[in-house]
C-alpha cells in the first residue's frame, strides 16, 4: 500500500497541538456576524405559503416568492436560527455547478449536461446581481477555483482540462510544495461569507414583508396543509420543505439522505508576510482531487479556512451535538494544512468545527412534491448548495404553482435518486464505502471491486 503526501511530510505533533491549543469549538462565521433574535411560533396564524427551514434553501423560497408575488403572505419557521446548521458552517464556495461537478451530471443525465452546465452559470450570475440589487453585504468575490493534484496520478486527470497548469503554473497562484498541477477555473466559482449570506437574505426577506419565526421546530405536517410546532401552527395555501439534512416530514424521504458530518477549522489573520509567503493574490478557492479531498479559502480580513477530508457518518443517521468534537479530524486537519503550506507553521486555529452534509446517493440534490401539489421539497445537496438552493428553490416555487417551465421539464428534476438501505445496512455499506475511498487514494485512484459496482449503479456516498 502507497502513501499520500500527507503521510510523507506530515508536520510535528507539537506543531499540530500547538496551532489547535487556543481555538474555539464553534463556527467562526456565526460568531463573526450574528443574525439579530426573532420570535418563536405562538399560537394560530395563516399565510399564503409557509417555508420550513431558514437556512439558504428556505431563505431563497422567500424572498423569491416574494419577487414573484409581492402580495403573498410568507411566514418561514426555523428550528433554532436562521443560518444556523449548514448555511452557517460550510466554507463558503458558491459554485455554479448544479449536479456536483460535470462528471457527475454528465454520467447520469448526458443529454442534459450542456444546458445544466449553463442552468448553473446563470443562477450564479443571478445570484450576484441579488447581492448587487440589495447591497447585501456578503463579502462576496468572484475568484473561480482551482483544483489540484498533490500525488503523480493526479495529474493526468487535469491534463484535458482548458485551464490545465502545471506545477510551476500552479504555484505561481498560490505556492504549495504539494502542488504538481493544477486546473483554473476564473468564472464558475464565488466566495462568501457564510453567515453574513443567511443573515443578509434574511433581511431581505423581512424587508419584503416576510414573517420569520426562529425557535420554532416544525413536529407535524398536517392535512390542510398545516405546519404544528409545540406552540404554535400556521394553516397554508401551500408549503415549502427546506430541512436540508434534518428528518423529513414526509414518510417517502425518510431514506433518500443521510447526514455526515465534515469538519473545518480557521486561522487567525495571515501576516503580510506570510501572505507573500504563499502569494495566492488571485485569492480563488482551492480544492485537491483525493477522494478524501480538502478545499480551502482566504476570507476578506485573510484567515485561511481549511476543511474535508473527514466524511463521518454515525450509524442511524443521529446528529449529537457531541459529533462535532472530534478532535482526531481537527488533529488531522491542522497536520495537513500544515503539510500543504510548511511556511506558515507557528500559525494558530481560532475556530474548529463540524456541520452535516445532506448526502444523496446521486451526489446532488433532488426535488418533488406531494400531498396533491400543496408541498414542495428540495433536498440532498451533498455539500454543493450555496449556490444550487437557489435554483432548488426556483423548482419548488414552480411545482407549487404549477407552472410548466424549463425547470420542471429536466429529467434531473423529474427523477428521484434511489434510497439508502435502512440500518444496520446503511452503517455496513457507508463504512465499507469510505474505506474503500481511502484506499483507492493510497493506490493511485484505483478502485475496488465495491467502488466499480457502486459507479456502475450510480450510487455512493460522498461528502
Known amino acids: 500500500m502507497g502513501t499520500t503526501?500527507?503521510?510523507?511530510?506530515?508536520?510535528?505533533?507539537?506543531?499540530?497541538?500547538?496551532?489547535?491549543?487556543?481555538?474555539?469549538?464553534?463556527?467562526?462565521?456565526?460568531?463573526?456576524?450574528?443574525?439579530?433574535?426573532?420570535?418563536?411560533?405562538?399560537?394560530?396564524?395563516?399565510?399564503?405559503?409557509?417555508?420550513?427551514?431558514?437556512?439558504?434553501s428556505g431563505l431563497w423560497t422567500a424572498v423569491m416568492a416574494k419577487e414573484r408575488d409581492p402580495d403573498l403572505d410568507v411566514v418561514i419557521?426555523?428550528?433554532?436560527?436562521?443560518?444556523?446548521?449548514?448555511?452557517?458552517?460550510?466554507?463558503?464556495?458558491?459554485?455554479?455547478?448544479?449536479?456536483?461537478?460535470?462528471?457527475?451530471?454528465?454520467?447520469?443525465?448526458?443529454?442534459?449536461?450542456?444546458?445544466?452546465?449553463q442552468l448553473g452559470l446563470e443562477n450564479l450570475d443571478q445570484i450576484e446581481a441579488t447581492v448587487a440589487r440589495y447591497g447585501m453585504d456578503v463579502d462576496w468575490q468572484r475568484t473561480g477555483a482551482l483544483a489540484v493534484a498533490v500525488e503523480p496520478h493526479q495529474v493526468d486527470w487535469l491534463r484535458d482540462?482548458?485551464?490545465?497548469?502545471?506545477?510551476?503554473?500552479?504555484?505561481?497562484?498560490?505556492?504549495?510544495?504539494?502542488?504538481?498541477?493544477?486546473?483554473?477555473?476564473?468564472?464558475?466559482?464565488?466566495?462568501?461569507?457564510?453567515?453574513?449570506?443567511?443573515?443578509?437574505?434574511?433581511?431581505?426577506?423581512?424587508?419584503?414583508?416576510?414573517?420569520i419565526f426562529e425557535r420554532s421546530p416544525v413536529t407535524a405536517l398536517e392535512d390542510g396543509p398545516a405546519v404544528r410546532t409545540g406552540d404554535g401552527v400556521v394553516a397554508a395555501r401551500k408549503v415549502a420543505l427546506a430541512t436540508n439534512v434534518f428528518p423529513s416530514l414526509l414518510k417517502r424521504n425518510r431514506l433518500m439522505t443521510v447526514p455526515v458530518f465534515d469538519y473545518s477549522l480557521m486561522t487567525e489573520p495571515l501576516t503580510a508576510a506570510q501572505l507573500g509567503a504563499i502569494g495566492w493574490e488571485g485569492r480563488q478557492g482551492v480544492a485537491d482531487l483525493g477522494n478524501q479531498f480538502h478545499y480551502y479559502r482566504l476570507t476578506a480580513d485573510d484567515r485561511l479556512l481549511f476543511g474535508?477530508?473527514?466524511?463521518?457518518?454515525?450509524?442511524?443517521?443521529?446528529?449529537?451535538?457531541?459529533?462535532?468534537d472530534r478532535s482526531e479530524s481537527y488533529e488531522r486537519l491542522a497536520s495537513h494544512l500544515l503539510?500543504?503550506?510548511?511556511?506558515?507553521?507557528?500559525?494558530?486555529?481560532?475556530?474548529?468545527?463540524?456541520?452535516?452534509?445532506?448526502?444523496?446517493?446521486?451526489?446532488?440534490?433532488?426535488?418533488?412534491?406531494?400531498?396533491?401539489?400543496?408541498?414542495?421539497?428540495?433536498?440532498?445537496?451533498?455539500?454543493?448548495?450555496?449556490?444550487?438552493?437557489?435554483?432548488?428553490?426556483?423548482?419548488?416555487?414552480?411545482?407549487?404553482?404549477?407552472?410548466?417551465?424549463?425547470?420542471?421539464?429536466?429529467?434531473?428534476?423529474?427523477?428521484?435518486?434511489?434510497?439508502?438501505?435502512?440500518?444496520p445496512l446503511a452503517s455496513i455499506g457507508i463504512n465499507a464505502t469510505r474505506w474503500s475511498l481511502d484506499r483507492a487514494d493510497h493506490h493511485e485512484g484505483r478502485r475496488n471491486l465495491l467502488l466499480r459496482t457502486l459507479d456502475r449503479l450510480g450510487l455512493g456516498f460522498d461528502s
Open 161 to 211: 482540462d482548458e485551464g490545465f497548469l502545471d506545477a510551476a503554473g500552479t504555484r505561481a497562484l498560490v505556492d504549495s510544495p504539494t502542488y504538481l498541477a493544477g486546473s483554473l477555473s476564473p468564472d464558475d466559482t464565488a466566495l462568501v461569507h457564510p453567515a453574513k449570506l443567511a443573515r443578509e437574505l434574511a433581511r431581505v426577506a423581512e424587508e419584503l414583508g416576510v414573517r
Open 308 to 324: 474535508g477530508y473527514d466524511a463521518i457518518y454515525h450509524a442511524g443517521g443521529r446528529l449529537k451535538a457531541a459529533y462535532q
Open 5 to 56: 503526501v500527507f503521510e510523507r511530510d506530515r508536520p510535528s505533533a507539537d506543531a499540530v497541538r500547538a496551532m489547535l491549543a487556543s481555538s474555539r469549538l464553534a463556527p467562526f462565521w456565526t460568531d463573526d456576524a450574528p443574525g439579530p433574535e426573532r420570535p418563536a411560533l405562538a399560537g394560530s396564524h395563516r399565510a399564503d405559503l409557509v417555508v420550513v427551514g431558514g437556512g439558504y
Open 77 to 117: 419557521l426555523e428550528a433554532r436560527r436562521v443560518g444556523w446548521a449548514a448555511s452557517g458552517r460550510n466554507g463558503g464556495f458558491c459554485e455554479a455547478s448544479l449536479t456536483h461537478g460535470r462528471e457527475n451530471g454528465e454520467s447520469r443525465w448526458p443529454e442534459e449536461i450542456d444546458r445544466l452546465d
Open 339 to 423: 503539510t500543504t503550506f510548511p511556511q506558515l507553521e507557528g500559525i494558530e486555529a481560532t475556530h474548529r468545527w463540524a456541520g452535516a452534509i445532506d448526502t444523496s446517493t446521486r451526489f446532488c440534490a433532488f426535488f418533488g412534491s406531494a400531498r396533491g401539489g400543496d408541498v414542495a421539497y428540495s433536498v440532498g445537496f451533498t455539500g454543493l448548495g450555496v449556490g444550487a438552493t437557489r435554483f432548488g428553490a426556483n423548482v419548488m416555487l414552480d411545482l407549487l404553482t404549477g407552472e410548466d417551465t424549463e425547470r420542471t421539464r429536466l429529467r434531473m428534476v423529474r427523477e428521484r435518486p434511489l434510497p439508502f438501505p435502512p440500518e
